[in-house]
């Protein structure tokens, strides 16, 4: 049997810093039981900036992103990367979603 990988889909966000970003995301993937984050994180670095928990729904798969105001402006304007991973039983983990984050003044 071959392995397969698999390939993070691409999704870029911005936002003016010290608003509220929502968004709401279609995944194809059955969620149930498993735990959804997402990070801000340094394009030079690694270093992660802002993180949280995404919400969703089963089915239809809605994934719900959303930054607070509070969030938004602790970030420097500037250009970020971002990424979403889901957790599965067992710790398995795998980045589902990734992309920039522009964040304006």
Known sequence: ??????????????????????????????????????????????????????????????VGLVISETQSGSLVPGTYGFRAVWIATGSIQRTFLEGVCEVTR
Do not use: C
Not at 8 to 26: K, M, Q, S, W
Not at 40 to 53: A, E, F, H, M, N
């Open 1 to 62: 049997m071959a392995d397969a990988t698999q390939t993070p889909g691409a999704v870029n966000i911005g936002f003016r810093r010290g608003d509220e970003f929502r968004r709401t995301l279609t995944v194809n993937l059955d969620l149930t039981g498993y735990t959804l984050t997402w990070e801000i994180y340094g394009l030079r670095d690694d270093t992660v900036k802002l993180s949280g928990s995404l919400s969703f729904t089963t089915p239809p798969h809605a």
